[in-house]
């Protein structure tokens, strides 16, 4: 709502006053304000891309799984990881028989002469630490889940509380914008009158403030006023057609009443060819 | 004076850019000169299909000659020879299969403009990239008058243009962003004038008959022209659904002209189709604005048409040509952005507070620049000059060799190097 206002009030900055216009200097203003309203200079094309991103695949709230956690774990227990094996420098010559140990030991260096078991025993040892940390890893993994399956619900949340309030703002702005263009129209089309007579006048009435109308005739005004707030603008008719005729706001003493009728949404000038007089 | 337009279509109901700027500089210099037109059977600008019978003709009193197109375009062709042209590196005898292959391929236009050269005081070729254009220009090089029509695409990075544009003895421009694109590419230094073209204005225009006629309520924008994804129409649309969402009073879409695109199903989005030229007026009368959403322009004669009944356009501004005519008028807004799109369609309807301004400054720059009386007196001086001044060498083609050495650079990227922005005034 309030960007609404803001953008109303600085669509007003740019109302031209003379007749001589500088198109770079209106494109200038265009853009300075849309950089103003979105914080960010960003591109159109940046725009694009951050719109395209597939967010509402899962924050829509008909998609979204409530027991994702759990299916989750479901998972993870029909096809458990593997369990680990401790492997250390000894590991390889390890037997419960002592005689065999011994034999092991004493023969170890003749083996070493064929082979290097060092290092086979160095790549097994790294791979238990890393089967070791994939285990912490997978725990660790689980938190995250979690913790990004109550994000998203939280998302889903907001993205439906976000939504609400786009139609409430949706709403009022269209009123401002409606607002905005008939204050427009009657701007061009109103000419305000001070008369000194109202200001002397000590009077109750709204009405009686038009000069020149003796109080008996005030009744019937209003009631001609009334009549007119309620009807809108002709069907068929644009602002163009509008702008383009005389109006009877013009030539009348109505000026001021029309002018304090300006906050009634149903209210539009009209050509003076369909105005009662 | 004998004048000869040529021209890759040429009928009375032919709305393309460049044949409806060669009509009707055909018809208003045949107030001055005898005028002749050459062109081929063509109707279709796709397939270059014969349609039309050859020979003789009159079209709105103006003489017409046609010949047949040997060949059809084959779409598939074409469309790899382009890929070839402007993405990959590729040879001279590349880009001239290219040509022969984008058509319209008349060897017998091409042979009757050289066999009647005497027969002309000067040749008018219209839209360089197109097979009349570069093998008429090169067979008749000392009475050769350009009407480029060229747009910001990638045909103007090709090696071949470049010297048909140095070598042709004039180039009658349609904006300042085309000749300093076209300078820029080619080198050239020889004469030429931006000119344009004018239209037939009504002088009473009935917006009342329109809105009477289609039914048409609501204060509204209008699109003239077809709606195809080369226009920016897709942009268009989905800009103006937004806008339609966040602004409920706002302006409704009308659309004038056939359709090659689906359009979307909006209450505030209304295709007309096509209409007549005086029901396009009222229409434009009864618009608060026109909406050119074209990327590709050389000259926007629909948006000279809305200036010139009062209203003010919202461009495209991503145009060089659209953007430039806007600012030296004073009398059209541009967007490259929603944003941009939405806050310049808020300040130019008819109840804002620059329509009406904008309206008028387009009237006075289309009576000051696009007004027959200006652009025929510019063709006349330009044919006075040319008489007076020597004609410029012919460039020889590269040899057999150097024409199949693949050393040129893809055209696109050629293009894409050319200095952009709208010029100044």
New interface residues.
């Given amino acids: 709502m309030a960007d609404s206002w803001r953008e109303s009030s600085l669509?007003s900055d740019?109302?031209?006053r003379s007749?001589s216009?500088?198109?770079?200097q209106?494109?200038r203003q265009?853009?300075a304000?849309?950089r103003e309203?979105?914080g960010a200079d960003y591109?159109?094309a940046e725009?694009q891309q951050l719109a395209t991103v597939k967010l509402e695949k899962f924050l829509d709230p008909r998609g979204l799984r409530s027991d994702m956690v759990q299916q989750f774990r479901q998972k993870h227990e029909a096809s458990p990881p593997p369990p680990n094996y401790e492997f250390e420098e000894n590991t390889l010559f390890e037997t419960h028989r002592g005689l065999l140990r011994a034999f092991r030991k004493l023969f170890r260096p003749l083996l070493k002469l064929f082979l290097n078991p060092d290092r086979i025993t160095t790549a097994l040892h790294l791979q238990s630490r890393i089967n070791a940390q994939a285990e912490e890893r997978w725990q660790r993994e689980m938190l995250s889940y979690e913790l990004l399956h109550n994000m998203t619900l939280e998302v889903t949340r907001l993205g439906i509380e976000v939504h609400n309030m786009k139609m409430r703002v949706?709403s009022l702005?269209?009123r401002v914008?409606?607002d905005e263009?008939r204050a427009?129209?009657l701007e061009g089309v109103v000419q305000y009158r001070t008369p000194p007579v109202a200001r002397q006048a000590p009077v109750a009435s709204d009405t009686a403030d038009a000069p020149g109308v003796a109080p008996s005739e005030t009744d019937a005004t209003g009631e001609r006023r009334r009549r007119r707030r309620r009807r809108r603008r002709r069907?068929?008719g644009?602002?163009?057609d509008?702008?383009g005729q005389n109006w009877t706001e013009q030539q009348g003493g109505d000026s001021a009443g029309d002018a304090d009728d300006s906050g009634d949404a149903g209210d539009e000038p009209e050509p003076q060819g369909s105005t009662e007089s | 004076m004998k004048l000869a337009i040529v021209v890759q279509r040429y009928a009375a109901d032919i709305a393309g850019g460049a044949e409806l700027h060669a009509r009707y500089i055909a018809e208003r210099l045949a107030r001055h000169a005898s005028v002749e037109v050459l062109t081929t059977c063509a109707r279709d600008y796709i397939t270059w299909k014969n349609e039309l019978p050859p020979g003789e003709d009159t079209v709105n009193r103006i003489r017409v000659r046609r010949f047949p197109v040997s060949t059809p375009r084959n779409p598939n062709t074409f469309g790899a020879l382009s890929r070839t042209v402007f993405e990959q590196p590729h040879s001279v005898a590349d880009e001239l299969r290219w040509l022969d292959s984008e058509g319209p391929t008349s060897p017998d236009l091409i042979q009757h403009i050289r066999h009647q050269a005497d027969a002309f005081d000067f040749f008018l070729f219209f839209s360089y990239r197109y097979y009349h254009a570069w093998h008429g220009c090169r067979a008749v090089p000392s009475k050769a008058i350009l009407v480029p029509t060229a747009e910001r695409d990638p045909a103007l990075g090709l090696s071949i243009v470049a010297p048909i544009f140095r070598m042709a003895r004039a180039l009658m421009y349609n904006s300042h962003e085309e000749r300093a694109i076209i300078e820029h590419i080619s080198q050239r230094q020889g004469p030429g004038v931006i000119v344009g073209v004018g239209s037939e204005i009504p002088e009473h225009p009935q917006p009342a008959r329109f809105?009477r006629n289609h039914q048409v309520?609501?204060?509204f924008a209008l699109y003239i022209g077809r709606i195809d994804e080369n226009k920016g129409c897709p942009e268009m649309f989905a800009h103006f659904q937004r806008y339609a969402?966040?602004?409920?009073?706002?302006l409704d879409l009308l659309l004038i002209g056939s359709s090659v695109l689906p359009i979307p199903k909006h209450p505030r989005i209304r295709h007309l189709g096509f209409l007549s030229d005086e029901d396009k007026f009222d229409g434009l009368a009864?618009a608060?604005l026109l909406i050119m959403p074209s990327q590709y322009e050389s000259l926007s004669m629909v948006a000279l048409e809305a200036w010139a009944l009062g209203k003010p356009v919202l461009a495209n501004?991503r145009c060089d040509v659209l953007k430039g005519q806007?600012?030296r008028s004073?009398?059209?807004?541009?967007y490259?952005?929603?944003?941009?799109f939405v806050?310049?369609l808020?300040?130019l309807?008819?109840?804002?507070?620059?329509g009406?301004?904008?309206g008028?400054?387009g009237r006075e720059f289309f009576r000051r620049h696009y007004s027959w009386s200006v652009i025929e007196q510019k063709y006349l001086d330009m044919f006075r000059r040319l008489s007076t001044e020597p004609a410029p060498a012919v460039e020889p083609l590269p040899g057999f060799f150097a024409r199949r050495s693949r050393v040129l650079p893809p055209a696109a990227a050629v293009v894409a190097a050319a200095p952009s922005g709208a010029e100044p005034a």
């Fill in positions: 669509m740019i109302n031209v007749e216009v500088d198109v770079e209106i494109m265009i853009r304000r849309i309203k979105r591109t159109e725009l949706e702005s269209s914008d409606f263009r427009k129209a069907p068929g644009t602002m163009a509008a702008q | 809105r309520r609501r204060p969402a966040e602004r409920p009073h706002g009864a608060d501004g806007c600012i004073n009398a059209g807004l541009y490259e952005s929603f944003e941009e806050n310049a808020f300040l309807e008819a109840s804002g507070p620059l009406g301004i904008l008028r400054n």
